[in-house]
């Protein structure tokens, strides 16, 4: 009998010592619902297989690379989630590790490999920019469905538009569409310039950086039609507005929502092993629920939610790739005329 005690007291203070403690995985990602959706669907599968606590840390990309830059010297986020531009960024600045041989890669389409983030990230989720509008007015209206970037500049929408400004991967992504419908690139970024300031300022009511500000002027009726992303068109259309998305005829920007192991930063070989599970199948039809399309080619949505995400050839096709190489290069002179011309 006392045997047994003292074994059992062994085994009590054993699993109240540190040693014994839960791992805590501090994870860096996208704000709102997304939080939600991670936290309550995706979170709880790897924490039960790895027996690990993960902790979201919510905020932008900007923001999140703000505090893996603050943080360089004492990391405490062991994953972080970003835009694909913002994530070239954090490889140049050395903040992501290099990712782990894995079979799991094997099965991503190209633009969301190891090798398209120079061996430091992987893409995780697929959204389209484009336009979103309000079924329910155009329908009312008599209004035919946007199908061009030029849709927004029309005066029907006056001061009846909104749009991140250039801060916004959004309003980037507007800046450098017109410019490649006027005769610019990346590298001539001055004709989409004047065509924001010229053409399209006008409608717009104003340059919101907030997702959440912008769901709220569609449901107050304070405009008709956004450059936005397909997954926040999906996220506001699951609160039951009627809201719609549109792949303009002259392409919609991707943006690849992207992972990667931070560098020097806590619980490595975890950081990696949840950069696999984030690209599994299972995983990719959680993040499809919040519209992001599957970057793993194995994965098989239903029809419904096929729908609403940039999934299958036909929508693939209508998305453009950017050279974030000449855009992050010149972002901050951009950013500069744009503070003084447009906004």
């Not at 405490?76 to 694909?84: G, T």
């Not at 920019?129 to 005066?155: H, M």
């Not at 919040?290 to 080619?297: L, Q, W």
């Amino acid at each position: 009998m006392k045997r047994i005690s003292v074994l059992a007291m062994l085994a009590a203070s054993v699993a109240a010592s540190p040693l014994a403690a839960q791992e805590t995985l501090y994870f860096a990602g996208y704000s709102g619902d997304f939080q939600t959706m991670f936290e309550n669907e995706i979170a709880p599968g790897f924490e039960a297989e790895h027996d690990v606590n993960i902790v979201f840390v919510p905020g932008n990309s900007s923001q999140t690379i703000a505090k893996l830059q603050a943080q360089r010297n004492n990391q405490e986020i062991s994953v972080a989630l970003v835009d694909d531009g913002p994530m070239q960024m954090a490889v140049q600045f050395g903040l992501c590790d290099s990712v782990s041989d894995a079979d799991a890669y094997a099965e991503l389409y190209d633009m969301a490999k190891p090798e398209a983030f120079e061996g430091r990230a992987v893409g995780i989720g697929l959204v389209a920019t484009g336009i979103a509008y309000n079924k329910e007015k155009f329908d009312g209206q008599g209004w035919d469905v946007p199908t061009s970037w030029n849709d927004l500049t029309d005066d029907r929408f006056d001061k009846r538009v909104t749009s991140n400004p250039i801060s916004g991967t959004f309003g980037l992504n507007s800046l450098l569409m017109f410019a490649r419908m006027n005769g610019g690139s990346e590298e001539n970024i001055q004709p989409g310039m004047d065509a924001i300031r010229e053409r399209l300022a006008p409608k717009v009511v104003t340059w919101s950086s907030s997702n959440a500000e912008m769901a709220q002027m569609f449901q107050n009726g304070d405009i008709d039609l956004g450059v936005w992303g397909s997954n926040r068109t999906v996220a506001l259309r699951n609160t039951g507005f009627p809201v719609e998305f549109v792949y303009p005829d002259e392409g919609a920007p991707a943006i690849i929502a992207s992972a990667c192991a931070v560098t020097d930063g806590p619980q490595a070989e975890l950081a990696q092993q949840l950069l696999v599970y984030l690209v599994s199948p299972a995983v990719q039809q959680k993040l499809a629920t919040e519209g992001f399309g599957p970057t793993n080619r194995e994965t098989i949505l239903d029809a419904d939610i096929a729908e609403d995400v940039p999934y299958g050839e036909e929508k693939l096709s209508k998305m453009i790739s950017l050279d974030w190489d000449v855009i992050n290069a010149n972002r901050a002179d951009w950013t500069r005329e744009w503070t003084r011309t447009v906004e």
